[in-house]
């Protein structure tokens, strides 16, 4: 392996986590206001049917096509996501991701809270943040992270995801995975 390589290898490394600043970097964890009052309706089809539609319309906003749903990342996702309930920790999970090399956004909030389309909207509304460029020079703030997952949603050259959620006594958790992975460093998102 050339020595340009290794670089842009282990700069991918420290971005691969969508929203991560490195492969120990622990997501903030932002709290969000809620739209509504009660428990929001949960279960695998309402989630995809959200996640769907919000990455679609996303994309759409920028001339993106949208990106397919599948089943083997949703089933990764699953699996990661029931770690954390498990756990109750929220880090990304270790790098590499699969193969190929799986992106990852996260999200966790208060138990039955937060509708789908409200978290994928967490997401979505970091592009108030997001200035085109070259990364990690992407955000009016001055800080990756906080563009990391929109990044991750935008990102040209990915083609597929796939979401789940798992739920501890307090916090739901949702993992969504990305096939070619995005955030690359030194690459443009879009």
Same mark, same amino acid.
């Given at each position: 392996?050339?020595?340009?390589?290794?670089?842009?290898?282990?700069?991918?490394?420290?971005?691969?986590?969508?929203?991560?600043?490195?492969?120990? $970097?622990?997501?903030?964890?932002?709290?969000?206001?809620?739209?509504?009052?009660?428990?929001?309706?949960?279960?695998?089809?309402?989630?995809?049917?959200?996640?769907?539609?919000?990455?679609?319309?996303?994309?759409?906003?920028?001339?993106?096509?949208?990106?397919?749903?599948?089943?083997a990342?949703?089933?990764?996702?699953?699996?990661?996501?029931?770690?954390?309930?498990?756990?109750?920790?929220?880090? $990304?999970?270790?790098?590499?991701?699969?193969?190929?090399?799986?992106?990852?956004?996260?999200?966790?909030?208060?138990?039955?809270?937060?509708r789908?389309?409200?978290?994928?909207? $967490?997401?979505?509304?970091? @592009?108030?943040?997001?200035v085109?460029?070259?990364?990690?020079?992407?955000?009016?703030?001055?800080?990756?992270?906080?563009?990391? $997952?929109?990044?991750?949603?935008?990102?040209?050259?990915?083609?597929r995801?796939?979401?789940?959620?798992?739920?501890?006594? @307090?916090?739901?958790?949702?993992?969504c995975?990305?096939?070619?992975?995005?955030?690359?460093?030194?690459?443009?998102?879009?």
């Amino acid at each position: 392996m050339g020595a340009m390589r290794a670089i842009q290898m282990l700069m991918a490394a420290l971005l691969l986590g969508a929203c991560s600043a490195g492969p120990n $970097h622990v997501p903030e964890r932002v709290v969000e206001p809620r739209a509504f009052d009660g428990s929001a309706p949960r279960g695998p089809a309402l989630l995809r049917q959200a996640m769907e539609a919000g990455h679609r319309a996303a994309r759409a906003q920028a001339g993106l096509p949208p990106l397919a749903w599948d089943p083997a990342l949703a089933r990764d996702a699953q699996a990661y996501a029931d770690t954390l309930a498990t756990t109750r920790r929220f880090e $990304h999970s270790p790098q590499p991701r699969g193969v190929p090399e799986q992106g990852e956004n996260l999200w966790t909030g208060t138990r039955g809270a937060y509708r789908y389309a409200e978290m994928v909207g $967490h997401w979505v509304a970091e @592009k108030r943040d997001y200035v085109p460029g070259i990364l990690p020079a992407v955000s009016r703030t001055g800080r990756f992270e906080d563009v990391g $997952h929109y990044t991750q949603i935008m990102w040209r050259a990915t083609q597929r995801f796939g979401c789940a959620e798992a739920s501890s006594a @307090k916090d739901d958790y949702i993992v969504c995975r990305y096939v070619p992975a995005g955030n690359y460093v030194g690459q443009r998102a879009f």
